[in-house]
């Protein structure tokens, strides 16, 4: 989804998310691996995905229609 919004001309807006995704994926592996080991680094990394996709296509919809 990244990719699109770079496509329909929203770097910007994929730029702060980016950034703001590798902090929170700091903070998540830090918290989850403390939690529960190398398997909580998984975890924390298939949630965020999930998260920011989720958020990307959200807001690609919502500015393209």
Same mark, same amino acid.
Do not use: C, E
């Given at each position: 989804?990244?990719?699109?919004l770079? #496509?329909?001309n929203k770097? %910007?807006?994929?730029?702060i +998310?980016?950034? #703001? ?20 680094? #998984? =975890?924390g +990394?298939i ?11 959200? =807001?690609?919809? %919502?500015? +393209? #229609?």
């Amino acid at each position: 989804p990244k990719d699109m919004l770079v #496509a329909v001309n929203k770097v %910007k807006f994929s730029l702060i +998310t980016s950034i #703001a995704t590798l902090i929170l994926q700091i903070f998540l592996d830090w918290v989850f691996l403390v939690w529960y080991g190398i398997i909580g680094i #998984a =975890y924390g +990394t298939i949630i965020l995905y999930l998260i920011s996709g989720i958020g990307f296509w959200v =807001y690609l919809i %919502k500015t +393209t #229609a």
